[in-house]
Structure formats: C-alpha cells, structure tokens
C-alpha cells in the first residue's frame, strides 16, 4: 500500500512562486518515478514534470526554464518548485508515482499511484 499526500497549493499572483510536496507512505516499496500533472477546467491532464528513481528529469515545453522537480529520497518526497508564475498555470496539480510494491512470499507488483490533488490559482 503506497499513499499520498500532496500539500502547497492556493493562490498566487502572476510572477509569484509557489513549491508543491507529494509525501509517499506505506509498506515495503521500491519508487521508480515521481511526476507531476495537472488538469484545468476543460482541458486534458497534462504532464508538467516528471523525474526518475535515476534523478533523470523531463519538463513540458510549457513550464520549462519557470518550474523545477525535485526529490528527498530519505522523506519519499516529491517538490514542484513553480516560478514566474501565469494565469495559465492555474490548474489542480496532482503528483503521481510508479513503483514496486514488495509483498509476503518474496512477491511484488507494479503500483500507479495517485495524490488527491491541490489547487494553483494564478491571479492576473
């Protein structure tokens, strides 16, 4: 069982910044990735960032060069620092994990995991 807890969001203004965190908890697990998503009114979810168990990192093209992934492997901790912030950044951010999840009898399984999302509003 993997859980988590996304904390962060509110309001901001344009230009403003604002660090996101996706706290993962549970039983024995491995994680592979962290990323983060969000998903405006009318719109697809979207990918914003995404970084590996490697430290290897990817950006939409949207939010390159303003938003930065990061992690505290010892916490199980994922951050979107989110700088010069724009209207069109206003979204609910949902972070997302992949990992291994080991069980009794030397058994694992591959797990997706959602947070319950937060809310960015960006006031122009």
């Known amino acids: 069982q993997v859980q988590l807890v996304e904390s962060g969001g509110g309001l901001v203004q344009a230009g403003g910044s604002v660090r996101l965190s996706c706290a993962a908890s549970g039983s024995d697990f491995s994680i592979n990735s962290m990323a983060w998503y969000r998903q405006a009114p009318g719109k697809q979810r979207e990918l914003v960032a995404r970084?590996?168990?490697?430290?290897?990192?990817g950006y939409a093209d949207s939010v390159k060069g303003r938003f930065t992934i990061s992690r505290d492997n010892a916490r199980n901790t994922v951050y979107l620092q989110m700088n010069s912030l724009k209207p069109e950044d206003t979204a609910g951010y949902y972070c997302n994990v992949q990992a291994v999840e080991f069980i009794t009898g030397r058994a694992k399984r591959n797990l997706e995991v959602w947070g319950q999302g937060t809310l960015v509003t960006v006031s122009s």
């Open positions: 970084i590996t168990s490697g430290g290897t990192t």
